[in-house]
């Protein structure tokens, strides 16, 4: 399954990390390298084997439905880039 | 009286105890070995008028005889990976440029209110990710040590990674003990790259709350520090039950200094095949021979054990890690903290941020990550993965029923020259390759200083308990400990 | 997700979602005539509901609506660095709750995933949701319209998610505005079969839905403040055919814009289609101002959400007692209301249907006919109620919590006319004043002596002046022009400002004129 540089241009898209157009290729290349390691996992036999979800044998536990927490805004805001009247501010969106 | 700086843990509460130093004194000490080490870049962030202020704090409790415990008074580091209120705190990223949170990990909250005084941050491999502590935004950490002999002497060393700066600072007497965190080898590889006792307890034992998250279903807090007892006195304030981690553990805490007994008399210890790789180099093989037979001296029944998934540990790793990265590291998009790289658009900002806020490492493994995880994808890598992992948690489980704790090196090799490995990522992945099993199974391991390569470095013996066994693990890696007599120094 | 207003895909994929239509036999009322034949239109809906509970799905944050930007916010909902979520159990009940209540499967074993993507309000870089193992499976809501028939749609199931932020656009001409007071609240995502025909019938199914979720406590249903949302799935097809391509209309947030959207979005496709063009899949938007639906081109771009189990969160395990004591708890729902409605007073499906719609309409009802037992007229209850009542309501904007008429006192006022005290017609006046006052009727009658005469002696004598003062009307009356009598009538009440009992002013002035 050997990627090509379409396929890291939308990987980086989709990850939101910008790369140059001329590093695609090398990226490839690099990427391509550890996939191909990671494949030895092929080797394994893992029918009827169930993906791990949880390390520790334990229940979920739920909260209880209680207010206490937020009224934080100052710490929310604290180490925003560029807030403005209680928000936080970007680019604008066009929709 | 040796340096206060040399002092365990255990012996500078001693000391303070007795009324032979303040805990003010012991900290000044440590403010000026720090000074004098800057060289290693060990520090992100130092915070004397903290640790001063905390000293005094702890010389005050103590003066009123309602000292907390033993680490009162002991001057600690911090990795970088641990939120500290009013603190630089940055996963040694550029991304996280100038983030000072306005709350405090429950990690480190446990260790202040533990009467621990903090010295500051210390350098790590950007996010966690990392063997070598080479891809931190604040540059390498140096490893105290240096090699006598051999193709990197003469040359600056890594310290491992990621918990490097922890480590070299121990080391270098710079900190009595660290926090580090290991995700598949992070706090136990560092460790034995610097001489020093790394730690990681069962998953869930320390709140991940507070601590930058780099993979969700791996990362652990754990202690360095330079002896097994100071590692037990570390993990029993760090860890403990926090309802705001789900993935936290509500076990009875034991108390692990206690388990020192220095007996494992009938204690079974498995030794696993598949931890004979090619490529091991012999000094490595030859001090594991060493570890089994200083425990079947002591008294251990050795016993040989399969792991039959051993070698797929890692590269499963290397799609679960990334995996949960790719997902855990999309809130660093230049919105509520951290670097902004304003773009054309939303989106030209987003991906120019997080371009120039991240790492080429973290960028790759991101990028693994995020196609692992995408459609078409996720159920050969992601999902066959988890079921890689699966196989290899049976593994360990079925060893339970023949050992009690197993006993492996902790790392391929010593320490390397910084510089090296760097172009070959799976070379430097390597590095993981003895300590990613137990990570993947949630399993509590130690790595213990155990010996010197023929180049003089410090090499370390892993051993590995069944979850929830950190009493086990202690007392067999005290018994270690005193066989090996470790005392070289950097 | 569709809750923040970034996504320009399904939630829920082709595969897991059922994509046959179980409805059969669908009205042919329905099919609409186009130029070349007649076409079918199928809908499938995602509800968004907001569920009931005081703080947020995985923290202790107010799910109070308003509030200073950024005020209701813990720094877990604003995604900060090593912050992690623990499941609120409220938000797991309500879930069940509404499960039960759609007589759907309840799965004891449920799984929050992450929904991957970049939007400004949605802090952590992904939605926590829930993806191939939804906390409900399937289920059913009958829905009722307005010509009495009623028809089913099938629930696929419903799952708990976060909702996003909010980014306002308006307040800065270069800069878009975040405010995370939303951001990690409670939804239910409740994914409809394609069982739905016409506009009307997808605003049925929401009202109906609506109402379902109010009964049982576990979403205001508040449209205006977002509560509660849909993303309408559209698609035509020639009768008998296979399902054409659909278009997601999001977050169209009113009845009668559910009904628009479908209505002008079938036009739309229809017309591409009798052109021979093709319908493009894609995300519109409805624009309630000119009533029509519109591509969001800014979204263009494919989407892969990466959907992967939350490795902060274990699987959630609930067991059959916790579902059963939800169970035992539930109210008596709308459709079960409205039968014992008429079986017990004898109302008709659509008066029936009208009063359970709200539960508090319903509470409010039962209190007027039947309190402590003395039992009113049911019929004129309901005539009451949806009459006069709904009206004052609806003229005052008020919700019937708010109505300054209680139960109580619309009891007294049927008291009232029932014994004769007032006429139905003062009635009206009486509880006007009722309503402006919030005074008793007994109260009003006494102190404006609208007291209805029923004294024969009283009224015989008003009714014998006036025959004496009008011998030309009586003359006419005897000659048998009947019509004169309601002229007669007339006199009498307006000499008796309307209080004369108006079965004795005729029957006296039957048997006078009749002579
Ligand atoms: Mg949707
Ligand atoms: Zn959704």
């Known amino acids: ?95 | 009286m040796s340096a206060l700086t040399d002092l365990t843990i255990a012996q500078a509460g001693d000391g303070l105890d007795k009324g032979e130093f303040t805990a003010r004194e012991l900290t000044d000490a440590y403010l000026s070995a720090m000074a004098d080490a800057q060289a290693l870049n060990a520090y992100t962030a130092e915070t004397p008028d903290r640790a001063c202020a905390m000293a005094d704090a702890s010389d005050a409790r103590r003066a009123k005889g309602a000292a907390a415990g033993p680490l009162d008074g002991i001057p600690l580091a911090i990795k970088d990976l641990f939120c500290t209120e009013g603190v630089l705190s940055t996963a040694g990223s550029h991304i996280l440029d100038g983030f000072e949170p306005r709350y405090e990990s429950t990690v480190t909250q446990n260790l202040w209110d533990a009467g621990a005084v903090m010295l500051g941050k210390v350098n790590m491999d950007e996010f966690a990710m990392g063997s070598a502590n080479i891809t931190s935004h604040y540059g390498p950490t140096i490893n105290p040590w240096k090699a006598k002999s051999g193709d990197a002497a003469g040359k600056d060393l890594v310290p491992g990674g990621s918990s490097g700066g922890s480590a070299a600072a121990v080391a270098a007497r710079i900190a009595a003990g660290a926090t580090g965190t290991d995700t598949g080898g992070s706090i136990r590889q560092p460790g034995a790259f610097c001489g020093i006792v790394g730690m990681k307890p069962t998953y869930g034992r320390c709140s991940r709350w507070g601590v930058i998250a780099f993979a969700s279903s791996l990362d652990q807090a754990g202690p360095l520090a330079r002896t097994v007892e100071d590692s037990a006195l570390m993990l029993q304030a760090m860890a403990g039950y926090d309802p705001k981690d789900s993935t936290s553990i509500d076990q009875p805490m034991p108390d692990f200094a206690a388990a020192l007994t220095g007996d494992i008399r009938g204690l079974r210890v498995g030794v696993p095949a598949e931890y004979r790789m090619d490529g091991t180099p012999p000094e490595i093989e030859a001090l594991w021979q060493q570890g089994i037979d200083w425990l079947r001296d002591a008294g251990a029944a050795i016993v040989d054990i399969s792991l039959p998934h051993t070698k797929y540990a890692l590269p499963a790793y290397y799609i679960v890690a990334p995996a949960e990265a790719s997902s855990n590291l999309a809130r660093y998009d230049g919105v509520r903290y951290g670097l902004r790289v304003e773009g054309e658009d939303l989106t030209d900002t987003y991906e120019r941020t997080r371009a120039a806020g991240f790492g080429a490492e973290v960028q790759r493994r991101i990028m693994i990550g995020t196609y692992v995880l995408s459609a078409g994808y996720y159920d050969a890598y992601y999902l066959k993965a988890q079921r890689v992992r699966t196989r290899i948690a049976d593994d360990f489980r079925n060893a339970w029923d023949s050992c009690d704790v197993i006993l492996t090196p902790t790392t391929p090799s010593a320490a390397f020259a910084i510089g090296e490995k760097m172009d070959d990522p799976i070379a430097m992945y390597l590095n993981d390759i003895f300590t990613v099993p137990a990570s993947m199974a949630g399993l509590p391991a130690i790595s213990v200083p155990a010996g010197l390569s023929g180049d003089g470095l410090p090499l370390g013996l892993h051993l590995i308990a069944p979850a929830f066994g950190e009493e086990t693990l202690f007392r067999t890696a005290g018994v270690l400990e005193d066989a090996a007599a470790f005392d070289a120094r950097p | ?515």
């Open chain 3, 1 to 515: 997700m569709s809750d923040a207003s970034s996504t320009s895909e399904d939630d829920i994929p082709d595969h897991l979602v059922a994509h046959f239509t179980s409805r059969i036999g669908h009205n042919s009322a329905d099919l609409i005539e186009g130029e070349t034949g007649s076409w079918e239109i199928v809908i499938g809906m995602e509800v968004h509901a907001q569920v009931i509970s005081e703080s947020k799905l995985f923290s202790g944050a107010s799910t109070e609506f308003g509030g200073a930007p950024n005020s209701h916010v813990s720094l877990v909902d604003a995604a900060m660095p090593g912050m992690l979520p623990v499941l609120n159990i409220a938000a797991v009940r309500q879930a069940v709750r509404t499960g039960l209540g759609l007589e759907a499967q309840i799965n004891l074993r449920s799984v929050f995933d992450r929904k991957n993507y970049f939007y400004p309000d949605l802090p952590q870089g992904y939605q926590i949701s829930q993806f191939s193992d939804p906390i409900v499976g399937e289920g059913r809501v009958t829905v009722d319209l307005a010509d009495g028939e009623s028809f089913e749609v099938g629930i696929v199931r419903i799952h708990l998610e976060q909702d996003a932020g909010k980014s306002i656009h308006d307040r800065h001409p270069t800069r878009t505005y975040i405010d995370l007071n939303r951001s990690g609240v409670a939804l239910m995502e409740i994914v409809s079969k394609p069982d739905i025909r016409s506009g009307e019938e997808a605003a049925a199914y929401l009202a109906k839905l609506r109402s379902i979720l109010r009964y049982l406590g576990t979403c205001d249903g508040n449209m205006q403040e977002g509560s509660m949302r849909a993303d309408v799935n559209v698609s035509v097809r020639r009768p008998g055919e296979d399902l054409g391509t659909r278009c997601e209309i999001k977050n169209v947030n009113s009845l009668r814009s559910v009904r628009e959207a479908v209505d002008y979005e079938a036009r739309r496709q229809i017309e591409i289609l009798e052109e021979g063009g093709e319908i493009d899949q894609e995300t519109r938007l409805f624009d309630a101002d000119r009533g029509e639906t519109r591509s969001m081109r800014s979204k263009e771009e494919a989407h892969d959400y990466r959907y992967f189990p939350d490795p902060d969160l274990l699987p959630v395990e609930i067991d059959q007692a916790f579902v059963d004591e939800i169970k035992a708890s539930l109210p008596e729902l709308p459709d079960a209301k409205a039968q014992r409605f008429a079986a017990d007073f004898g109302l008709n499906a659509y008066d029936a249907g009208v009063l359970v719609a709200e539960r508090e309409t319903s509470e409010f009802y039962e209190a007027v006919v039947d309190p402590d037992g003395a039992k009113r007229d049911p019929k004129i209850a309901a005539n009451w109620l949806t009459g006069d009542f709904f009206r004052r309501l609806n003229a005052d904007d008020l919700e019937i919590a708010d109505s300054p008429v209680s139960a109580a006192q619309l009891g007294g006022l049927l008291d009232l006319i029932a014994d004769g005290t007032i006429s139905g017609k003062i009635a009206k006046d009486v509880f006007d004043e009722m309503f402006d006052t919030g005074k008793d009727a007994g109260d009003i009658v006494e102190a404006k002596g609208l007291k209805q005469i029923s004294d024969s002696g009283e009224i015989s004598a008003i009714v014998d002046q006036i025959i004496a003062d009008n011998p030309d009307q009586a003359d006419e009356y005897r000659g048998g022009n009947a019509k004169v009598a309601g002229w007669f009538t007339g006199q009498v009440m307006k000499a008796t400002q309307g209080k004369a009992n108006p079965q004795l002013v005729n029957e006296l002035l039957k048997r006078k004129l009749g002579g």
């Open chain 1, 1 to 95: 399954m050997a990627l090509d540089t379409d396929t890291v241009r939308r990987i980086a898209r989709l990850a939101r990390i910008h790369v140059d157009d001329g590093e695609l290729a090398p990226l490839a290349d690099e990427l391509n390298n550890i996939l191909g390691w990671i494949e030895q996992l092929d080797e394994v036999d893992t029918e009827g084997v169930a993906p791990m979800t949880s390390v520790v044998e334990m229940v979920q536990r739920l909260r209880a439905d209680e207010v206490n927490d937020g009224d934080l805004q100052e710490d929310v805001l604290a180490n925003a880039p560029d807030p403005a009247d209680g928000f936080f501010t970007v680019p604008k969106v066009v929709e």
